[in-house]
Every structure is written in C-alpha cells, then in structure tokens.
C-alpha cells in the first residue's frame, strides 16, 4: 500500500512564502510522475504543478514564476515552494502521485495524499 503524507500548510501573509513536503511511504521502486493540486472553497480541484521523474516539470499560468516544485533525492519526495503568495492561492493543497511501480512489481495509482491547508491573508 502507498501513502501519501503532506507537511508544511499554515497561515501567511500576502507576499510571503510557504514550503509544502509530500513523502510518499511504502515499498516503492518508482513514481514516474508528482503533483500538488490544489482546491479552494467552492471551487473545483486543480493542478498546480507536476515533475516527472526525469524532472520536466509543468505549471498553470496562474502559479508560473510563483512557485516551484522540485522532488527529492530518494526521489518519493515531491516540495512546492511557493513565493509571492496571494490571497487567491488560499486552498486546501493536495499531493498526488501516479505510474508507481511497488516492490511487489505491482503498477499502482493515482493516488492522493489527505490534503493540508494553506491560508494567505490580505
């Protein structure tokens, strides 16, 4: 089974900076592709970045030269920084990963962390 456990939510001011971690747990050999989505109050879910394992990487225009996503050595971790945050960005964030291949050579997922709230005040 592979979990998906996300850190680093909280409270800040418009302007400011937070970092999300997301750490994939398991017996895991690899995940072809990490995401962070994204979904506000009365709003649908979507995509905030992606990193592939060989490390392209894709953003909506809405968050492009704000924030920046980046994996890990071990290559199970997946980080969003994001700078110049506005209150437009408050939501709740999710971790998503996808084309997982178990120890057991078991091909699994998407699968979605529980999700951590950040809250950008004006």
């Known amino acids: 089974q592979v979990l998906l456990v996300e850190s680093g939510g909280g409270l800040v001011q418009a302007g400011g900076s937070l970092r999300l971690s997301c750490t994939a747990s398991g017996i895991i050999r690899s995940i072809n592709t990490m995401a962070w989505y994204r979904q506000g109050s009365g709003k649908q879910r979507e995509l905030v970045a992606s990193?592939?394992?060989?490390?392209?990487?894709n953003y909506p225009n809405s968050v492009k030269g704000r924030f920046s996503i980046s994996r890990g050595n071990a290559m199970n971790t997946v980080y969003l920084q994001m700078d110049s945050l506005e209150p437009e960005d408050t939501a709740v964030y999710y971790c998503?990963?996808?084309?997982?291949?178990?120890?057991?050579?078991?091909?699994?997922?998407?699968?979605w962390g529980q999700g951590t709230q950040v809250t950008v005040s004006s």
């Open positions: 998503n990963a996808d084309g997982i291949v178990t120890g057991l050579q078991r091909r699994v997922g998407p699968v």
């Open positions: 990193i592939t394992s060989s490390g392209l990487t």
